[in-house]
């Protein structure tokens, strides 16, 4: 994930959190915020009660590397709030996981790798 799509000022994640709907999933709370900006954007959060900062760091790449799978539409900031169910799943559910709610969210134009079988 490129640095130019991550939200990262704390008065955005305020903003997204306080005035947008919540999509609750198993492991994870997800904000969306459609704006008329040219790129999308999204943030992760991870609470310090899930771990020490090695593990929230193992969480964070996970994240990113599965949202890197795809191609996304423009115009939306994204927030994801990690819960802490997440430490029991793997990486494949994870992946599961998200998949299903950025189809869901509506969001994604497409997969950039096909999985080559």
Known sequence: ???????????DFSRIIKTMPVYRFP?????LEHTDEKNYHFGISISKKIGN??????????????LDQ????????CI????????????LKMNQDLEKIIIK???VKEKKHEEKK
């Open 1 to 11: 994930m490129k640095k130019r799509n991550i939200v990262k000022k704390n008065e």
């Open 27 to 31: 492991d994870y709370f997800v904000y």
């Open 53 to 66: 900062a090695v593990t929230r760091n193992k969480i964070k790449r996970r994240i990113k590397s599965i």
């Open 70 to 77: 795809y191609d996304y539409k423009n115009n939306f900031n």
């Open 80 to 91: 994801i709030i990690v819960r802490k169910s997440i430490l029991k799943s793997s990486f």
């Open 105 to 107: 969210l509506n969001i």
